[in-house]
């Protein structure tokens, strides 16, 4: 296998990309009304890995695409993601993320989730711009699917009875489905084959899903510092995500097993220490990371249909980066 890029090489490969986005971010962003251009400001400067554009931008290159709506394709992904967080951290209750203080913890939670409404109108805005209409009803499928994963997530919080299958149709919901739309939106724009569309949305799919199955690791096994958030917050906001529900499922000790479905039930992080050592002892975080890493090896068998090209290489360093990172 070929030597893979680093993160930091990748967006050099695409940096005259990135940097045209970063611009359509910040014009785009703007309003007439203050409150809305105070808070997308402030969002804006919370910065973020930005991977979903950098998946758009690598998927038509690698697609063979000479265009410029892949610039605006990336910033509308960004800007659907954006909006999600926003009313995430309303619904949450969050009062921190990257690091820095949610919106909602300095606006309210009425400004953030009219300035969330904002953005994503914003966004379908841009769709219209571009007049495609199969980039039209990606999106739309797209942003109305993440919106039922919410409302799931919603109904699996503090319920100690979800299952593996409940969790991971919430986090296709949730997360993977706008990787999916963002990589075969790429390859729409580009006039690719429908072959490659599909393919693209399949490695797209898969990665998110590797991704989130990740993020739900760190969230019991990582540093805080580097993750911009409280270790634990998923159990303080009463959510069994994968670890938590393997855990439980493998608990033989009816009293552990009745710590933790307390835990889940009433959230908080009273129940931390003993929560961790279960997972722990479970190997329930080793199971989650295998189960990422089945979902990167499909992404990775997706991306075969791609002819060799260095941003091919992108799409590939990509899957690695996910699965292997610390934040």
Do not use: W
Request: net charge negative; charged share 20%; hydrophobic share 45%.
């Amino acid at each position: 296998m070929a030597v893979l890029m680093q993160l930091d090489e990748i967006r050099t490969l695409v940096r005259p990309d990135l940097d045209s986005i970063d611009a359509v971010i910040r014009v785009r962003m703007r309003s007439t009304v203050g409150l809305v251009d105070q808070v997308a400001d402030y969002i804006i400067g919370g910065g973020g890995k930005r991977l979903r554009p950098l998946i758009v931008v690598l998927a038509a290159r690698a697609c063979g695409y000479n265009g410029s709506s892949h610039i605006d394709a990336a910033a509308f992904i960004e800007f659907i993601h954006t909006a999600t967080l926003l009313h995430d951290d309303v619904v949450d209750g969050s009062a921190k993320r990257r690091g820095r203080a949610t919106a909602n913890a300095l606006y309210g939670n009425q400004a953030t989730v009219l300035v969330g409404d904002f953005v994503y109108s914003r966004a379908f805005q841009m769709m219209a711009e571009i007049g495609s209409q199969r980039v039209i009803e990606i999106m739309s499928e797209a942003t109305n699917v993440i919106a039922e994963g919410e409302v799931l997530q919603l109904m699996n919080a503090h319920d100690p009875e979800t299952t593996q299958a409940r969790y991971l149709e919430v986090i296709y919901r949730k997360t993977a489905k706008l990787f999916e739309a963002g990589a075969e939106v790429a390859a729409v724009l580009a006039g690719a084959s429908p072959s490659l569309q599909q393919a693209l949305a399949t490695y797209g799919k898969h990665l998110g899903a590797a991704y989130q199955l990740v993020d739900d690791v760190l969230d019991y096994r990582s540093d805080p510092a580097l993750l911009g958030k409280n270790l634990g917050d998923d159990l303080a906001e009463g959510k069994p995500t994968l670890p938590l529900i393997h855990a439980l499922k493998s608990t033989a000790d009816p009293a552990t097993q009745e710590m933790m479905r307390a835990a889940i039930r009433d959230g908080g992080l009273a129940q931390l220490s003993p929560v961790l050592a279960a997972i722990e002892s479970t190997g329930a975080l080793e199971y989650t990371r295998r189960l990422a890493q089945d979902e990167a090896d499909q992404a990775l068998v997706a991306l075969r249909a791609l002819p060799e090209t260095p941003y091919k290489k992108g799409l590939t360093s990509i899957v690695r980066f996910v699965v292997e990172r610390t934040y």
